[in-house]
Antibody, heavy 118, light 113 residues
Framework: EVQLVESGGGLVQPGGSLRLSCAVS????????MHWVRQVPGKGLVWVSR????????SHADSVKGRFTISRDNAKNTLYLQMNSLRVEDTAVYYC???????????WGQGTMVTVSS | DIVMTQSPDSLAVSLGERATINCKSS????????????LAWYQQKPGQPPKLLIY???TRESGVPDRFSGSGSGTDFTLTISSLQAEDVAVYYC?????????FGPGTKVDIK
């Protein structure tokens, strides 16, 4: 079964850091682009970051550029999102998603909640 | 950035009736070299992650019922549910993948009348 499982979310103070992980199973991670998308509960979807299949091409939304870093370890079947200098407005559910045709999202994890609050 | 808008914000449709959701992009998402529209549709039910329904504006993802169809080109797109079922109650989002940042519409909530 194709599956994405996020972990690493939690409560953090403004200015703090978190590292999200996304463990994949049921498919070969190295053949897919991967993404992070976030959603404030009750609100819409916002794309955060993407990484190509071998990790050489990375893009981030302007709102997180310079603070968040997406990475991957294909040998460990895991996608990461390092989040530094967190802000209250980063509070959201963070989903990892597999890229179909690179930039649509055909498989999603269940999400991990990140709460930035003092 | 390409801004996506959707209308209506919400709609209520009787079971078995047609539901139509519109999506508009601030610039064309039609790529001239392959004549494809870089537009996808997603369904999100409460407490669940989104589910891909349609890509290339009109190609149904595997396993998606054929009552869901997408149409349109350039900047104007439509998602149609031909005969609404109870399990279709959800929020529907369009998304452009023509350029980064990848952007979503604000969503349209579909309920049963």
């Amino acid at each position: 079964e194709v599956q994405l499982v996020e972990s690493g979310g939690g409560l953090v103070q403004p200015g703090g850091s978190l590292r999200l992980s996304c463990a994949v199973s049921g498919f070969t991670l190295s053949t897919y682009w991967m993404h992070w998308v976030r959603q404030v509960p009750g609100k819409g979807l916002v794309w955060v970051s993407r990484i190509n299949s071998d990790g050489t091409t990375i893009s981030h939304a302007d709102s997180v550029k310079g603070r968040f870093t997406i990475s991957r370890d294909n040998a460990k079947n895991t996608l990461y999102l390092q989040m530094n200098s967190l802000r209250v407005e980063d509070t959201a559910v963070y989903y990892c998603a597999r890229g179909l045709l690179m930039n649509t999202f055909d498989i999603w994890g269940q999400g991990t909640m990140v709460t930035v609050s003092s | 950035d390409i801004v996506m808008t959707q209308s209506p914000d919400s709609l209520a449709v009787s079971l078995g009736e047609r539901a139509t959701i519109n999506c508009k992009s601030s610039q064309s998402v039609l790529y001239s070299s392959n004549n494809e529209n870089y537009l996808a549709w997603y369904q999100q039910k409460p407490g669940q992650p989104p589910k891909l329904l349609i890509y290339w504006a009109s190609t149904r993802e595997s396993g998606v019922p054929d009552r869901f169809s997408g149409s349109g080109s350039g900047t104007d797109f439509t998602l149609t549910i031909s005969s609404l079922q109870a399990e279709d109650v959800a929020v529907y989002y369009c998304q452009q993948y023509y350029s980064t940042p990848l952007t979503f519409g604000p969503g349209t909530k579909v309920d049963i009348k």
